[in-house]
């Protein structure tokens, strides 16, 4: 069975660091690009980070210089390190397999985490 299953997030205050994993089953982990989405209420999903099969990797402007994402193909699983969380982090964050890499102008997203809540606050 195809799916990816995630772990970690939480409440924090500002200042604080998270990481969230997603770990992937029933396919060729390896071979795909990942990305991390976030959604915060009333507004539309956003990809925050997404990291190539050869661990190239890109990040929204909002999250650069505090977020990191990571593979570990071992262990099929990806990582997002967030430090510095800010308020305006607050969102359900999902994984998403790519067909395609990061820096394709409209990559197609075919598996989806269950997404996890974030929430930033003092």
């Known amino acids: 069975q195809v799916q990816l299953v995630q772990s970690g997030g939480g409440s924090v205050q500002p200042g604080g660091s998270l990481r969230l994993s997603c770990t992937a089953s029933g396919f060729l982990f390896r071979h795909y690009a990942m990305g991390w989405f976030r959604q915060a209420p009333g507004k539309e999903s956003v990809r925050v980070a997404c990291?190539?099969?050869?661990?190239?990797?890109n990040y929204a402007d909002s999250v650069k210089g505090r977020f990191t994402i990571i593979r570990d193909n071992d262990k099929k699983t990806v990582f997002l390190q967030m430090n510095d969380l800010k308020p305006e982090d607050t969102a359900t964050y999902s994984c998403a397999r790519l067909h395609g890499g990061c820096f394709d102008r409209r990559p197609r997203y075919d598996v989806w985490g269950q997404g996890t809540q974030v929430t930033v606050s003092s």
């Open positions: 990291i190539n099969s050869n661990e190239d990797s």
